[in-house]
């Protein structure tokens, strides 16, 4: 069995995008997200999370300890039943509802916690259909935030062929089609379209990782190795032509690993689960140093930056908590 997580974290990483939109808002037309006030941009947590499945999926197989809860297109009442069969079968429905007992619900969101990464993680909403109650997971992410102000653009391009030209009928096969793009002038087989980008953002992401939680649901050192790797190779495969570049940089993704200062095992190792440190101030250390170099009006790289170093983090750390590279834990 892995052992189980018995250390809280927190964790604090860097990426960019170049060129792209890096998570559009559907209220405003697909736009990049921005903060109203100060026009710095935004991903939210369920943007990074669905990148962070989707990698664990790609690597895993999406089989048992690392399948996936929550996929494209599918059904969520569609596991929720099997947790049910796999636990004792499925509850009784009697007037129109599920009649599920507490126990029953524990012991079917238990075996999806098992089975599930994302489950053992993030948690689930599991009161659908069958019922199989709620996991409120360990590890929790926040929207991710950019360091300076974004500039969301909304770009024309042209479209060199149609499709929004349907000929309809019975019997209508491909030689209507073409009949009908023969009949046309050449300007009536454009279209125009649009594209929403940001030039360059370089984002703040960071989240938090309970012991308490991850030893009720079980996710374990592994489990976090496992997180390490998709949140550093989570854009890998996520390529598109809206996203633009989109990176994460392992030299500047960090672990903070509360371990304790007391003399007594058991006392200190009380508190690892609970902490050493507030999590604000752990962030501050990092977003503190965080600062366009001197002459950059507008940064469009990276290297735009001056980013802190791991000894400048260290000699800040409160006692009791250690840095730890993403990279060095996930290898």
């Known amino acids: 069995m892995p052992e189980v997580l018995k250390n809280r974290y927190e964790f604090l ?9 890096p998570n559009g808002d559907p209220d405003a037309a697909n736009a990049p997200r921005i903060d109203p006030q100060d026009l710095r941009g935004l991903v939210s947590d369920v943007a990074l999370k669905r990148r962070i499945r989707n990698y664990v999926s790609l690597a895993y197989g999406n089989r048992a300890p690392y399948g996936i809860f ?45 089975q599930c990464f994302d489950v053992r993680a993030f948690g689930a909403v599991l009161s659908t259909g069958p019922n199989a109650g709620q996991v409120r997971g360990p590890v929790q992410l ?85 997180l390490c790797k998709a949140i550093l190779n989570m854009y890998e495969h996520d390529r598109s032509s809206s996203k ?52 950059v009006t507008f940064a469009r790289s990276i290297r735009d930056y001056e980013l802190p170093y791991a000894d400048e983090i260290r000699a800040e750390l409160p006692a009791g908590v250690e840095l730890v590279f993403m990279k060095d834990y996930a290898s």
């Open 13 to 21: 990483f860097l990426f960019d995008c170049v060129n792209g939109n």
């Open 142 to 226: 926040a929207f991710a935030r950019s360091v300076d102000p974004v500039l969301p653009l909304d770009v024309a391009i042209t479209r060199v062929a149609v499709a929004d030209k349907d000929v309809r009928g019975a019997n209508v096969g491909s030689e209507d089609f073409l009949r009908w793009q023969e009949q046309q002038p050449e300007d009536g087989l454009r279209t125009m379209g649009r594209k929403s980008l940001i030039p360059y953002g370089l984002y703040v992401a960071k989240g938090f990782i309970s012991a308490f939680l991850a030893q009720q649901w079980g996710f374990s050192e592994e489990d976090l190795k496992v």
């Open 244 to 295: 633009g570049l989109m990176t994460v940089y392992p030299e500047h993704a960090y672990l903070f690993r509360h371990v304790g200062t007391d003399t007594d095992a058991e006392q200190r190792q009380r508190e690892a689960m609970l902490g050493c440190a507030p999590a604000h101030r752990l962030f501050q250390i990092v977003e503190e140093r965080i600062r366009r170099r001197p002459g």
């Open 70 to 114: 929550v996929e494209h297109a599918t059904n969520l009442n569609t596991k929720i039943a099997l947790s049910h069969e796999q636990t004792g079968g499925m509850p009784e429905f009697r007037n129109n509802r599920w009649n599920t007992s507490r126990e029953k619900a524990s012991e079917a969101a238990r075996w999806l916690a098992g």
